[in-house]
């Protein structure tokens, strides 16, 4: 269940010296088995991109299977009207010779 974004913690005043800043963000680390390096944040932006890439490849499958489904449909109500059309009956002009 995700917090409601009014709860007090959310809408805690937040620091702006940057000592105090430092604070806050030494006890957000305090329990924090090891130091981040920068072999760290290279493995989780390739396991990120690689799950980016995957959902990309299947939004765009669905993508281009809307696209010629709406496509399909374009052309066969244009089909559909274009016979009305022609079946609601023109003007028929008899030309003959005396």
Same mark, same amino acid.
């Not at 430092?22 to 920068?38: N, Q, V, Y």
């Not at 299977?65 to 244009?78: D, F, P």
């Given at each position: ?19 105090? /800043? ?29 799950? /980016? ?15 010629? /489904? ?29």
């Amino acid at each position: 269940m995700t917090e409601h974004p009014t709860a007090p913690e959310a809408t805690a005043p937040q620091a702006t010296e940057p000592q105090a /800043v430092h604070e806050r963000a030494a006890a957000l680390f305090a329990g924090s088995p090891k130091r981040i390096r920068p072999d760290d944040i290279r493995a989780k932006f390739d396991e990120l991109s690689g799950e /980016v890439d995957e959902i990309g490849n299947e939004v765009r499958s669905v993508a281009v299977t809307a696209v010629a /489904v709406g496509v399909v449909v374009v052309v066969a109500v244009a089909f559909w009207l274009g016979r009305r059309r022609g079946r609601r009956g023109a003007t028929v002009l008899e030309i003959t010779r005396r």
